[in-house]
C-alpha cells in the first residue's frame, strides 16, 4: 500500500515532536502487541497536525500498526521462504522508484487547462447557450 500525501505530511510532523519529545512511541501489550503513541498530545498536538486528537489516533494506527508492521509481515514471509537474497534487489528497485517519485515532485505540474464561463459561450453555471 503506497502512501498519501497526507500521511507523508503527517510522519513529517510527528518525526518533529517525537525529535522535540513531545511525543514518543511505545509498543503496548494486552495479549497483543501493538504500538502506540505516548505523552500529553492534547492541543498543542491537534494544531500541528491539524486534526483531532482521535484523528491523530487513527492515522497513527493505520500508518504504524496497519501498513508498517504488514510490511514487516510480509518481507518475513518472503525472506522465510526464499532467504534474504532478495532483499538486495528489492532495497534497489525502492530506492529507483523513491527517486523517480521526487524527481517527479520536483517537476512542475501543468493540469489540464479549463474553459473560462465567458458570457459568449456559457449561460451562468456553466450551461451552453
Known sequence: ?????????FLERLKKLCDERQLEIEIKDVG???MVLRQNYGDKVEL????????????????????????YETIYWVESS???GLRGMALEIVKERV????KVNKVA????PRREYGD???KTRGQRL
Open 1 to 9: 500500500m503506497n502512501l498519501s500525501e497526507k500521511d507523508k505530511v
Open 32 to 34: 497483543v502487541k501493538y
Open 48 to 71: 500541528r497536525f491539524s486534526m483531532t486528537r482521535q484523528g491523530v489516533r487513527w492515522r497513527f494506527h493505520r500508518l504504524f500498526n496497519e501498513i508498517y508492521v504488514s510490511s
Open 82 to 84: 526464499f532467504g534474504t
Open 99 to 102: 527517486e523517480m517519485r521526487r
Open 109 to 112: 505540474f501543468f493540469g489540464t
Open 120 to 122: 459568449s459561450e456559457y
